[in-house]
């Protein structure tokens, strides 16, 4: 009998060694932390139904999808220690006919100044805790209607020079972006914005977290409006105020504590619109949400103080982590009348690992003068999702 062998090539480094990570996704780093390189990337697979006053533009009619919330890819890293990149696309398959690649993140941040690190790019302006924590992290579907609300913090449209820092204790944000042609000579506009936050208590298990973020959009007679689909994505959704502007300013307070396996959090935002003509009248909007979640299984939510932002449960146990939340949310626009609208949320969500999870909530929503006469003033929705990151 033959036997045959091979015999593998052997792989070297003219620098230092390499370490490779296969725990969970894959990426490489060299031994003396100078440069690193990781793949990333995560998918949302979603299920949604909504009915009544969500869906008043098709008549209050109920509908049901199925469609790819999100689909990120790409690649983040280090060079030279001091110097880190992210250049991550999305496919947004939740636009149906409209579905396309575009970059969520694209930027490069410096860190070896003390002063302050300085980013440079398409990233995640600092505004606010929740649209400052991943979207993977979060303990619900979707996030407040706050952030439909609101343009501050956006990355769809913006690139940015933001300079930042943190400790074990607090963060801050500031950060000048371009506004797009929001003005009648299609001229560049830049706006800014801010975001400073506190942790007196910042442990493992033991969380009191306060921030204030402010936002100058800096318009020039532009149409903006402030609409939400109120957490049931696939809907119509609501608008609350619409009409040409030339001035949109921003506010969000923020606080949360978190105790072992219970947290509790809450946002305000407040969002004036000034008028740009006479057909126009002046808006306010504001909203606010409470959310309140419990582990059944006791793990407590990841918090990183020097970002003001939590991150994602990691189960202890073989079979995962459950949680359960909670939410209700009031929004209230002024524009000559009041429209309102409160939403009340349920969910339980399973953690199988550090990779994989499962999402399910439901909603009832009441509205006081947004509906057209003899239109329903009530609505439903739920939402599963699957998620996989990496």
Do not use: C
């Amino acid at each position: 009998m033959t036997v045959s062998t091979a015999n593998a090539g052997v792989v070297s480094t003219e620098g230092p060694d390499i370490i490779l990570k296969t725990d969970g996704g894959f990426g490489a780093r060299t031994a003396d932390g100078q440069f690193s390189f990781d793949v990333t990337g995560r998918l949302n697979l979603d299920t949604s139904y909504s009915n009544g006053v969500l869906n008043n533009a098709t008549q209050d009619k109920s509908r049901t999808d199925t469609y790819i919330r999100r689909g990120y890819f790409g690649v983040t890293g280090t060079a030279y220690k001091d110097w880190y990149f992210e250049a991550v696309m999305n496919g947004t398959g939740d636009q149906g006919s409209g579905a396309h690649f575009e970059w969520d993140t694209f930027y490069l941040k410096y860190t070896g100044w003390s002063l302050a690190d300085i980013t440079f790019g398409r990233a995640v302006r600092p505004f606010g805790l929740e649209q400052s924590t991943s979207s993977g992290a979060i303990s619900t579907i979707e996030r407040a209607a706050i952030w439909d609300l609101t343009n501050a913090g956006d990355t769809e449209s913006s690139q940015q020079l933001e300079f930042s820092n943190g400790n074990s204790h607090m963060s801050w944000g500031a950060s000048i972006y371009d506004n797009g042609d929001t003005s009648p000579s299609k001229n560049t506009r830049y706006g800014y914005d801010g975001r400073f936050t506190y942790a007196p208590i910042a442990e493992k298990d033991q969380v009191l977290h306060l921030g204030i973020s402010l936002d100058d959009a800096n318009i020039d007679a532009s149409q903006f409006s402030a609409s939400s689909t109120l957490g049931a994505k696939k809907s119509d959704g609501i608008t609350f105020a619409t009409g040409n502007f030339d001035s949109d300013r921003s506010g969000v307070l923020e606080a949360a504590y978190m105790n072992g396996p219970f947290s509790i959090q809450s946002e305000y935002l407040r969002r004036n619109l000034g008028s740009a003509d006479a057909k126009t009248v002046d808006a306010k909007v504001s909203s606010y949400y409470v959310m309140g979640t419990y582990t059944l299984t006791g793990e407590s939510r990841g918090y990183k103080a020097k970002a003001g932002k939590f991150t994602n449960i990691s189960p202890v146990n073989s079979y995962g982590a459950w949680e359960l939340v909670a939410r209700y949310q009031h929004v209230t626009g002024d524009q000559g009348i009041s429209k309102e609208a409160n939403v009340y949320l349920l969910g339980i969500n399973w953690y199988a690992n550090k990779n994989v999870k499962a999402m399910f909530n439901i909603q009832d929503i009441t509205t006081d003068n947004v509906a057209v006469a003899g239109a329903d003033e009530t609505g439903k929705s739920a939402a599963f999702r699957l998620q996989y990151n990496f």
